[in-house]
């Protein structure tokens, strides 16, 4: 069996993380996703919503789905101050599952784009693989010829080749672009507009009922 962790700060969660990961499951043969909801991202600002609340529409945005749980490893009290480093979280991961199972981490286009900056990237696969979903407004190659040389060296279209190796892959979706970002929603309710369309219902209704986004509370 193919596990797959969905990596994320998920401030809040929308539909440009759920409906690229249900394609690519179809695609790729995938029975569950582990969303990964992280602490402390430590590549961006601090998230505005709080680990329980975050949490709270994880938990409400996936509740109709049953491709989806929740990994609430880099949550756990020991890591409060530390920052989630993704090697770290498979390292652990792998510690409590052996090497045998096959590992995916899946992420968007922007992350793959960002992996240089990220702490011993090019271990990353000798833990997982990387599954890449498409996002649109990122280059479809990096201008970094050290990622660049690394994603030719370890990519596969094969996505038989993810279930049949425990890790070491980096496999490209075909997945649908979506439009939509964190940033914008945050933005978007601070400024009094719907964001209806781009998130599931239920979250909408929660970040409603808690006020979350509004610099100016009204
Ligand atoms: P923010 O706008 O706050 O930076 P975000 O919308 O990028 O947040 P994250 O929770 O940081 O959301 O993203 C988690 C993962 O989901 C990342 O790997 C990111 O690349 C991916 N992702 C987020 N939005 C999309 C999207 N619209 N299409 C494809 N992948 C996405």
């Not at 043969?29 to 609340?53: M, S």
């Not at 280059?139 to 060296?153: C, F, G, P, R, Y």
């Not at 939509?180 to 009094?192: G, L, V």
């Not at 009922?209 to 509370?217: C, P």
Request: glycine fraction near 4%; aromatic fraction near 8%.
């Amino acid at each position: 069996m193919l596990t797959a962790l969905f990596g994320g700060t998920f401030d809040p969660i929308h539909y440009g993380h759920l409906r690229p990961a249900l394609a690519l499951a179809e695609e790729v043969g995938l029975t569950k996703i582990n969303l990964l909801p992280n602490r402390i991202p430590p590549h961006k600002p601090q998230p505005e919503a709080n680990t329980e609340q975050r949490l709270a529409m994880l938990k409400l945005a996936i509740a109709d789905y049953s491709l989806f749980s929740i990994d609430t490893r880099e949550l756990e009290p020991k890591l409060i101050n530390q920052p989630s480093f993704t090697v770290d979280t498979l390292k652990s991961w792998r510690q409590q599952n052996g090497t045998q199972q096959s590992l995916a981490f899946i992420m968007g286009q922007d992350s793959l784009l960002s992996l240089p900056t990220w702490k011993e990237w090019q271990k990353l696969l000798d833990y997982c693989h990387l599954l890449i979903c498409k996002r649109p407004g990122y280059a479809q190659t990096s201008s970094d010829s050290k990622l660049q040389k690394w994603i030719h060296e370890h990519q596969t279209k094969d996505s038989q080749a993810l279930h049949q190796c425990p890790n070491g892959y980096i496999y490209f979706a075909n997945t649908p672009l979506e439009a939509i970002s964190a940033t914008e929603i945050r933005h978007n309710i601070d400024n009094q507009q719907s964001c209806e369309k781009l998130l599931s219902p239920k979250v909408w209704q929660y970040i409603h009922e808690n006020r979350l986004y509004k610099a100016k509370k009204c």
